[in-house]
């Protein structure tokens, strides 16, 4: 059975900092790509960053270059976002998820486990 569980959300001031991990089991982690999306209430799911399995290239929403980092463990089966500067838009339930292609996508259709949620709130 495969399991995508996310830790690290909270609470935070805007400015400060949180480091959310997504940790896997039940699938060869290192054969798969990770993506961290993103649900604000009211709004769609969007993507955040994302990680390839092949080369650890990765890639960014506008909205957090150069804030967020997205980074891997692959012998702990783990996969982590650095959110730094945060701001109250990045409010959200933050999800990690995984897939098979040796690329990052921004479309969630293409992902096939995906985790439960962690909620991420930045407070003004």
């Known amino acids: 059975q495969v399991q995508l569980v996310e830790s690290g959300g909270g609470l935070v001031q805007a400015g400060g900092s949180l480091r959310l991990s997504c940790a896997a089991s039940?699938?060869?982690?290192?054969?798969?790509?990770m993506g961290w999306f993103r649900q604000a209430p009211g709004k769609d799911r969007e993507f955040v960053a994302g990680?390839?399995?092949?080369?650890?290239?990765?890639d960014y929403a506008d909205s957090v270059k150069g804030r967020f980092t997205t980074s891997r463990d692959n012998a702990k089966n783990t996969a982590y976002l650095h959110m730094n500067s945060l701001k109250p838009e990045d409010t959200a339930v933050y999800y990690c998820?995984?897939?098979?292609?040796?690329?990052?996508?921004?479309?969630?259709?293409?992902?096939?486990?995906w985790g439960q949620g962690t909620q991420v709130t930045v407070s003004s």
């Open positions: 039940g699938l060869t982690f290192r054969h798969y790509t």
């Open positions: 998820a995984a897939d098979l292609l040796a690329r990052t996508t921004t479309f969630e259709g293409e992902y096939v486990y």
């Open positions: 990680i390839t399995y092949s080369d650890s290239n990765t």
